[in-house]
């Protein structure tokens, strides 16, 4: 069961439109920033290939500028 947090960076005046994506996505909880453009992602993904099809979506978005790690956790 993966588990990572990461800092979602929005693409400009996308804030709105990333939250809206990442909430509507399987596994994913967001939680934007009050006074920054940028949103803490968590994902708990049940396998780690689930996780890898979850992250490369992701990093499709045109909405989102980057993405950055700041923990994960696999059961291995």
Not at 61 to 73: A, E, N, P
Request: aromatic fraction near 6%; glycine fraction near 2%; charged fraction near 25%.
């Amino acid at each position: 069961m993966p588990i990572f947090s990461f800092l979602a960076y929005p693409e400009k005046s996308m804030k709105d439109q990333l939250i809206k994506e990442l909430s509507n996505m399987e596994y994913c909880e967001v939680k934007p920033s009050e006074n920054r453009d940028v949103l803490i992602l968590l994902t708990d993904t049940p396998d780690e290939q689930t996780n890898k099809n979850l992250i490369d979506t992701i990093k499709a978005l045109g909405s989102l500028q980057s993405l950055s790690m700041t923990f994960g956790h696999t059961d291995s």
